[in-house]
């Protein structure tokens, strides 16, 4: 081996990014961008949850134990217990209307205490019976299994505190002490598995991975080999070009999400109760808008090199901050607000709440009104971007 | 009757002057060559009057009309200097498409395309992938796409260059067939030996033109040996 040689070609490549200093940013940011979003986002623990709580506990009258402190409300001391930074804990005195809440996915869970909640927990102690009278009810969206196992350890994490602070009092093991959970829910169940929260997640991923990077790379080569300008030399305009071009993406995106969900059903059995052409719809609008993107960006590559270049620019942030693997809320407060811009959040979103939680089109009208205007928005910029006669 | 007038033509790309004040008659039925060396402004021109860029003064007519309405487009074919084809479709598949985007039936479209494939000599390829074909192949079915909806004019933007020279010969007769059928070309090259294949030439020096004509009768006043000659000698007198 000529060591000459072999040095000539390290340096001429390592040369190459002195005149491309593009690529040279790219290759030294990078690694920086990705080490800040995955050490800020990867495997945080779920924050923010918004929960309300309803104590109608109205505790022990004064006297009515020689175990417990006078006036006692185990609800109050259950609800001070828990965990403030992963639950954002509202109060409700109204319990059909924080439920009607839960049904519209405003908040995540109601955490109710019955009238009676301190008294029967003090009859059931008096009796010895064992029965367990004194429950939290607990009515939880379950549609994120991620969401639902936080909120069901933070309450659970919350009544055993308490507990034991009462034990020292009553002489009796926490473990023996008389309080169960109640738990109904809203959309999904305790059957709900990581895989049904994650299959919507995947589709939406897929189509505006692919979509994105497809439309990227066709139209640097349209500019590139030319047929663009003969395109623009035709009696076709821009509106016709981009819009053509974005129902075959639409085609495409909706192949494969029945790809998607076909394998998943069939592989994994996911669950899904809500009406599967409307997640396509979701689908379909999010792989237009991903195609306006591409051709966006298109302008600011000049070959394959420097479009492949856009795919961690574009896929970590999506990946990260959409809530595809980890809830927007498992993200540091300080980035969440960026989630909101997005339109991966929205497909994301939207798709889950048709698929898990059988919403239609009144629920999830936001999420398609937001996911028409990233479509129409980009679009509209694609065509001007091909406007011709410059 | 006139197929391309323009009057005072001129683009500017910041400071840098194109074209400047190009005053260009070419007729109907002719073959007409814009000639001069690389960066002297006959692309700019091309792509003025296929409506890809806009002038910064001056007007232009194409078919008679004074912009470039979808019915002009409708008539006028684009050859760019690059092979400008779908490398992943088919002949077929690449000559349907840019028959469906000037609008042709489904039957003309099937007539047009026999007889393209026949005029390119392509019939036994039509279902070949384009990405498959030789080089010289490629530029012949970019020629196919240009005319597959039979325009009035057509530009050719250095349609020779890469080429061999029996496909350049072999171009220059297709060419000299479109004119048979009453259609006008307008083609630019910088080979100047080429330039004897057309009906005139109006030579391009930085942006401007400093001779129009037959080639034969601008050779001749130049008493010049080739039209090579003629450029430079002409191309000296300007700058003198």
Not at chain 1, 98 to 112: N, P
Not at chain 1, 177 to 189: C, D, E, M, R, V
Not at chain 2, 43 to 68: D, E, F, H, P
Not at chain 2, 190 to 208: I, P, T, W
Request: one cysteine or more; glycine letters at 8%; hydrophobic letters at 45%.
């Amino acid at each position: 081996m000529n060591l000459r040689r072999t040095f000539a070609f390290t340096r001429r490549a390592l040369l190459q990014f002195r005149h491309d200093r593009r690529t040279l940013a790219f290759v030294l940011m990078m690694p920086l961008l990705m080490i800040l979003i995955f050490g800020y986002t990867f495997g945080g623990d779920v924050t923010n949850v918004k929960v309300t709580v309803v104590n109608n506990d109205e505790g022990l009258p004064a006297g009515a134990s020689p175990l417990l402190p006078d006036g006692i409300k185990l609800a109050e001391h259950i609800t001070n217990s828990l965990n403030d930074e992963t639950l954002a804990i509202e109060h409700s005195a109204n319990i059909v209307k924080s439920k009607q809440r839960v049904d519209k996915g405003e908040i995540w869970a109601v955490i109710y205490y019955p009238k009676n909640f301190t008294e029967n927990f003090f009859q059931s102690l008096s009796n010895a019976s064992g029965s367990f009278n004194s429950s939290v009810e607990i009515y939880l969206d379950g549609s994120n299994p991620t969401i639902s196992s936080a909120i069901m350890k933070t309450v659970n994490q919350a009544v055993m505190e308490t507990l034991g602070e009462l034990s020292d009092d009553i002489n009796v093991t926490s473990t023996e002490l008389p309080i169960s959970f109640n738990t109904t829910y809203a959309y999904g169940g305790s059957d709900v598995e990581f895989i049904d929260y994650f299959a919507p997640g995947v589709i939406s991923f897929a189509i505006m991975m692919v979509t994105t990077m497809i439309t990227i790379i066709l139209f640097v080569n349209e500019r590139r080999t030319g047929t663009l300008q003969r395109l623009l030399a035709s009696p076709a305009n821009e509106a016709e070009i981009v819009i053509g071009y974005a129902l075959a993406f639409a085609v495409i995106g909706i192949c494969q999400s029945i790809v998607i969900l076909v394998a998943a059903m069939l592989i994994f059995n996911i669950t899904i109760i809500g009406n599967v052409f409307l997640a396509l719809l979701v689908v379909m609008l999010l792989a237009v808008g991903h195609q306006g993107l591409g051709i966006l960006l298109s302008a600011w590559a000049k070959n394959e090199l420097q479009a492949v270049q856009f795919i961690p620019l574009i896929i970590f942030p999506s990946v990260l901050l959409a809530g595809l693997f980890w809830p927007v809320e498992s993200i540091p407060k300080f980035l969440q607000p960026l989630s909101y811009f997005i339109p991966l959040r929205y497909g994301i979103d939207a798709s889950r709440s048709v698929m898990l939680r059988g919403w239609g089109v009144g629920e999830i009208w936001v999420d398609l009104v937001i996911l028409i205007a990233f479509a129409a928005l980009t679009l509209t910029g694609s065509m001007l971007l091909l406007k011709r006669r410059k | 009757m006139l197929a391309v007038t323009t009057k005072k033509l001129t683009k500017r790309f910041g400071r840098i002057v194109a074209l400047n004040e190009l005053d260009l008659n070419i007729k109907e039925g002719e073959i007409y060559g814009l000639i001069g060396p690389n960066g002297s402004g006959k692309t700019t021109a091309i792509k003025i009057l296929c409506g890809l860029l806009r002038q910064t003064y001056g007007s232009i007519s194409v078919l008679g009309k004074n912009t470039l309405s979808k019915e002009v487009l409708n008539k006028i074919g684009y050859m760019p200097q690059e092979t400008a084809i779908y490398l992943d479709n088919t002949v077929h598949e690449n000559l349907q498409f840019f028959g469906e985007i000037y609008g042709m039936s489904k039957e003309h479209l099937e007539r047009r395309e026999q007889e393209m494939l026949k005029f390119v000599d392509l019939l036994d390829w039509r279902n070949a992938l384009v990405s498959t074909l030789s080089g010289g192949m490629k530029h012949r079915v970019s020629l196919a796409c240009a005319l597959i909806h039979e325009p009035h004019l057509i530009f050719l933007d250095e349609p020779t260059v890469g080429v061999d020279p029996e496909l350049r010969d072999t171009f220059w007769k297709y060419f000299r067939k479109l004119i048979e059928n009453g259609v006008t070309v307008v083609i630019t090259t910088h080979y100047m030996d080429e330039a004897n294949n057309c009906s005139r030439v109006g030579f391009l020096r930085q942006g401007k033109l400093i001779a129009e004509g037959e080639p034969g009768v601008l050779q001749k006043s130049a008493g010049a040996k080739s039209l090579e000659d003629t450029f430079l000698v002409l191309s000296r007198g300007k700058k003198a």
